[in-house]
Structures are given as structure tokens and as C-alpha cells.
């Protein structure tokens, strides 16, 4: 179904420590996944993805994992800076470039 | 390369006027979304245009709720007349094609009815 959570999760981690921000997809069929960061007052920036074909993909200072047995995604940001701040979405879509469905969110806290 | 350029960045309307928000996508690319994001939730797709025709709007709520992609370039979306529950951010977002590619976001249009 449709993200319609009204109170975002909050994750605090210390600056410097990794971070994992979790999220839970709602269709088994859908086959690309993407991590949004969204900070206050701007549009969702993209992160990374990953196809369904994959279970791990790497970036710079994140990583995806995807977990299709039970339908779980998840995001971790090594070495956490301040930048990292915001609230991060993961979103589902079928045939890939289609419709995106946005995940509840978690916002994320650096303390420095 | 530029991004997706939306406008205007804020408006503050009375409930039953109308108001119209302008999105330009990045250059070339063929898809063009219209998402509705409502404080403290994820974006919620309204429109999604394939040039200038529409491939998914079956959450748009068209008795108040109007989009355009005229050329296959820019869009505007219409919202006549606003409710109190319109409030939100307007999302446009792009893609080269309807598959395989990234969908990137404007910073979007900050609506309060009011």
C-alpha cells in the first residue's frame, strides 16, 4: 500500500559512528529499489539503488541491502558526518522507471 | 547539468482559490511526474506524463486536480479549487524513459491553503 505514516522514526547516532536506516516494502513483485535523502525545505536526492537481482550494492560511505524473502531494505552510511542529517526515504517501483512508492521515512540525527 | 527547475518555491492560497505550479524536467528526458508530499509522510504520485501524453493518473483527484505536458517538455499542475487538505509540497520529478533510469526531483512547490 501507500506510505502513510504521520510520525517519522528517529534515528540519533554519534558523528563519526555507521548508521542503518531500515525499511520494509510492500509489493514482492516490485523489482528496483531506490534510497532518497531528503533535507529540510528540499526535493528527495538520490542515493543509490538497486535491481532485484542484487542483494548488496555499494557507494560511497553507503551501502543497500536488499532482503526479498521478507521483503526488507536497508541503507548504512559509514562514518556519519552532520550532513547526513535529513530524512531518508527508500521507494519500490515495478519495470523499474514506473511508478515509485515511497516508503513511512526515518530521520536521521548526527550529533557531533 | 541542470536539474529539474519547479515554480513557484512557495504559495499561500484561500481555501476555493486556485493556484498553478510550473515544472521544467531535465533536458531530454521523456517522463515527468507530478508527486504530492503531505508533512511528516513519503511522496504520493499524482500524475505521471510519457512525453506529452499520460501513462498514470489514477490518484489524482481530478474533480479539483488538472495537469499538462503540452510539448512534451514542460508541465503545469492545476488545483481548482483548494481544500485545506491540498496543503503540501508539489513534487516534479524526471527520467530519460519509462525504464532503467534513475527519477530525479525538483525542489519542489511549497503549497499552504489557508
Known amino acids: 500500500g501507500e506510505s502513510v505514516g504521520l510520525h517519522l522514526p528517529t534515528l540519533s547516532v554519534q558523528e563519526g559512528d555507521n548508521s542503518i536506516i531500515n525499511c520494509a516494502y510492500s509489493?514482492?513483485?516490485?523489482?528496483?529499489f531506490i534510497w532518497y535523502k531528503q533535507e529540510s525545505g528540499k526535493g528527495p536526492q538520490f542515493i543509490i539503488d538497486i535491481r532485484s537481482n542484487m542483494d548488496k550494492r555499494q557507494g560511497q560511505r553507503v551501502t543497500v541491502l536488499l532482503n526479498k524473502t521478507v521483503k526488507h531494505l536497508s541503507l548504512q552510511i559509514a562514518a556519519t558526518q552532520p550532513g547526513d542529517s535529513a530524512v531518508y526515504f527508500c521507494a519500490e517501483t515495478l519495470n523499474q522507471g514506473g511508478k515509485l512508492i515511497f516508503g513511512q521515512g526515518t530521520e536521521l540525527s548526527v550529533k557531533p | 547539468e541542470a536539474g529539474v527547475a519547479q515554480s513557484p518555491r512557495y504559495k499561500i492560497i484561500e481555501k476555493r482559490q486556485s493556484v498553478a505550479f510550473w515544472c521544467n524536467p531535465i533536458?531530454?528526458?521523456?517522463?515527468l511526474y507530478w508527486y504530492q508530499q503531505i508533512l511528516g509522510q513519503g511522496p504520493k504520485l499524482l500524475i505521471q506524463?510519457?512525453?506529452?501524453?499520460?501513462?498514470?493518473d489514477s490518484q489524482l483527484p481530478k474533480d479539483r486536480f488538472s495537469a499538462e505536458r503540452l510539448k512534451g517538455v514542460d508541465s503545469t499542475l492545476k488545483i481548482q479549487p483548494a481544500k485545506l487538505e491540498d496543503s503540501a509540497v508539489y513534487l516534479c520529478?524526471?527520467?530519460?524513459?519509462?525504464?532503467?533510469?534513475?527519477?530525479?526531483f525538483g525542489e519542489g512547490s511549497w503549497l499552504t491553503v489557508v
Open positions: 520529478a524526471s527520467t530519460p524513459g519509462n525504464s532503467g533510469n534513475t527519477i530525479y
Open positions: 509489493n514482492s513483485a516490485s523489482d528496483y
Open positions: 533536458s531530454g528526458h521523456a517522463t
Open positions: 506524463f510519457q512525453n506529452n501524453g499520460v501513462v498514470d
